[in-house]
């Protein structure tokens, strides 16, 4: 199906998911999806659009509309609607829907428990701290030197990766993610990445399955989930769908938010001196980093059935992208949005950036301690600050927004 978008004065709105403005922050498209397209049709990659709070809000919330069965990506789910099945990636909790996915969250919720949580404290603490002690605080890169690092090994621990080997889960999530710009698709060096990627969480999981220890995979391989009345052991390929998913946003969350804060604050010097006079006020925060620019900027999910919003109609079948990151700049919904303030008042449904109903974060909480313990640090290591702005450098991925280069000079 094919529906042109509106044409207006200034010329039609154009958003392409794998284009430079995208890539390098498209919020002022999104502004304009919000008040010329709130439905917006894409020919060249053939989805539609939302980006408004109250639609991303409620679609988010109706998974029996809007469902994840086919896929959370577009590669996903075109290869999905063409039958192209060797692409597939076998089924994660992400790309499910109740009942399953009530089943398969329960074993996870386990490990994010706020006592689970709680009980982390120390290990993020001491991660943080040992990165931060290494940098040369009159210059070092915010991204590289420290928020790249100190995340991956956090989650990777948690799971029972060896310290030798977690950088280079990072390395390969990475590949995977990054698009150049026309690209939609991963790279042949992205699929290497992911590939390897699985195998190495293959085989850690069965040497778990041999010799136990105290960590996530091994507890894992002791689960079961209940189909039909009857028990099962999660499989081999599930597990390692769990890690690969688990490692993944473990790690690329917290790094992007962390850069974006850099960024964002030398952008807002008045807000990182409230910080540095009231520190109380950084778990606010990184709520507003949070709603202003984070990570992940846009779910997709596939229509169950004909869906008419906007005067136009959405047939079943159809991939919808639900842009969380421009919901969350929505002034229909945040007065004066495109501020960036910590004092901002929060309400019901303030960040839709962690997910929202049942595709909520599993790891939102832990990814919480572990920005808000960075910001405390950033705050004794660089009161003051000022970033080379040549030297910044934006990451070209997949749904991320981010940096892989902030450099940080101190006065």
């Excluded at 922050?25 to 049709?41: K, S």
């Excluded at 059935?305 to 002034?331: C, F, Q």
Aim: proline share 6%; glycine share 6%; aromatic share 10%.
């Amino acid at each position: 199906m094919s529906v042109s978008s509106p044409t207006v004065s200034g010329g039609p709105v154009v958003f392409d998911p794998f284009s430079d403005d995208y890539f390098q922050a498209p919020f002022e498209t999104y502004r304009r999806m919000r008040d010329e397209a709130p439905l917006y049709y894409n020919e060249t990659y053939d989805f539609w659009a939302l980006t408004r709070y109250e639609d991303v809000s409620a679609a988010i919330k109706d998974y029996a509309t809007f469902s994840s069965a086919k896929g959370v990506t577009l590669e996903i789910v075109k290869a999905a609607a063409s039958g192209d099945t060797d692409s597939l990636a076998g089924k994660i909790i992400i790309s499910l829907d109740p009942p399953e996915h009530e089943r398969m969250r329960k074993l996870v919720n386990r490990v994010f428990t706020p006592r689970a949580v709680a009980s982390l404290e120390q290990l993020v603490r001491d991660t943080i701290d040992r990165y931060a002690s290494q940098l040369d605080p009159s210059s070092f890169d915010a991204v590289a030197d420290f928020a790249a690092l100190f995340p991956v090994e956090i989650i990777t621990s948690m799971l029972g990766v060896p310290a030798a080997d977690q950088q280079q889960l990072r390395l390969w999530l990475d590949e995977s993610l990054e698009r150049k710009p026309g690209q939609m698709s991963t790279s042949p060096e992205g699929i290497e990445a992911m590939m390897k990627s699985a195998a190495y969480y293959y085989e850690l999981i069965q040497e778990r399955r041999k010799k136990p220890q105290d960590d996530m995979i091994s507890r894992l391989t002791e689960a079961e989930v209940t189909e039909d009345g009857e028990a099962r052991r999660l499989d081999d390929i599930e597990i390692t769908g769990f890690a690969t998913m688990l490692g993944g946003a473990g790690a690329e969350t917290v790094t992007k938010l962390v850069g974006n804060a850099v960024v964002v604050f030398a952008d807002n010097p008045d807000q990182w001196q409230k910080l540095q006079d009231d520190r109380s006020k950084i778990p606010a925060a990184f709520e507003e980093l949070l709603r202003y620019e984070g990570p992940s900027q846009y779910q997709i999910r596939t229509t169950t059935r004909d869906v008419t919003l906007h005067g136009k109609t959405i047939p079943a079948d159809d991939p919808v992208m639900l842009i969380n990151g421009s919901a969350s700049r929505d002034e229909r919904f945040f007065p004066d949005a495109d501020r960036f303030d910590i004092d901002r008042e929060r309400k019901v449904g303030y960040n839709l950036n962690f997910g929202y109903g049942i595709h909520s974060c599993l790891g939102a909480a832990l990814a919480r301690m572990e920005g808000r313990m960075a910001l405390d640090t950033l705050l004794d290591l660089i009161p003051r600050y000022d970033i080379d702005r040549s030297g910044l450098q934006r990451v070209h991925m997949t749904n991320v927004l981010g940096w892989c280069n902030v450099p940080v000079r101190v006065p």
